[in-house]
């Protein structure tokens, strides 16, 4: 039976981020280059792909990937703002100091004035789009999309720790955990028992044929010694 395809939360929000401020960026720089005297598609892909890059950086610097921030919307949030105003003053600086010494010609990259105009539009564009992702992620979350089917060997000690550990705000929405006896190893089941809802075993089933049947992503043995 074929495992089943889990998507990386993480990894998806950071793509979402990635495709829809590019497409934002470009939509805005193609429609207003000429107003900030860029000359040609060039000069704007070359803005587009710094302003990409600081941002991005700016977002993973501030945060904005961290697991434990990504509990409740208002969490993922709050750093916004300081990763897009840190990533506006990266865009000034790097156009303004690198941009222009590469093309000393483009009296578009020495104005600070202009650099700031391309940087708050560049940012202005992130800020909302990064929220929209955001309020995505969380719909997704809800929807189960991320989560990770745990089967757990064990009902001891080790077991009550790891189901306290997976039910935290970090990590209860992307697994769903499965208990059962450490009786399917052959041994006998926990004198200290602390889970109490363990499935129950049918006769002769082995570990290999209970993943199977409910399509387990990951076995964990937590037996007590």
Same mark, same amino acid.
């Given at each position: ?10 990894? %998806? +929000?950071?793509?979402?981020?990635? !495709?829809?401020?590019? /497409?934002?960026? =470009?939509?805005? &720089? ?38 434990? %921030? +990504?509990?409740?919307?208002?969490? !993922?949030?709050?750093? /916004?703002?300081? =990763?897009?105003? &840190? ?39 992130? +800020? ?98």
């Amino acid at each position: 039976q074929p495992k089943r395809f889990l998507v990386s939360s993480l990894h %998806s +929000l950071f793509g979402m981020d990635l !495709a829809l401020m590019g /497409l934002g960026q =470009a939509l805005v &720089l193609s429609t207003l280059h000429q107003r900030l005297f860029l000359s040609g598609y060039g000069q704007v892909t070359l803005i587009i792909l710094l302003s990409l890059i600081l941002t991005m950086g700016s977002l993973y610097a501030s945060g904005c990937y961290r697991r434990d %921030s +990504l509990t409740r919307f208002s969490m !993922a949030i709050s750093p /916004l703002p300081v =990763a897009v105003g &840190l990533a506006a003053i990266l865009i000034i600086a790097f156009i303004h100091f690198g941009v222009a010494s590469i093309f000393p010609d483009l009296a578009v990259y020495r104005s600070v004035s202009r650099c700031f105009t391309i940087a708050v539009l560049m940012t202005a564009v992130a +800020l909302p789009i990064c929220t929209f992702n955001r309020a995505c992620y969380f719909a997704m979350v809800r929807r189960h999309w991320f989560e990770r089917r745990v089967l757990v060997v064990g009902t001891g000690i080790r077991a009550a720790y790891l189901k306290k550990l997976l039910n935290s705000d970090v990590h209860h929405l992307r697994s769903e955990l499965l208990f059962v006896s450490e009786a399917i190893l052959g041994g006998a089941p926990s004198e200290a028992r602390k889970v109490d809802d363990a499935m129950t075993l049918d006769a002769g089933k082995s570990l290999e044929d209970l993943a199977l049947e409910v399509r387990a992503d990951e076995v964990v043995v937590a037996v007590d010694e």
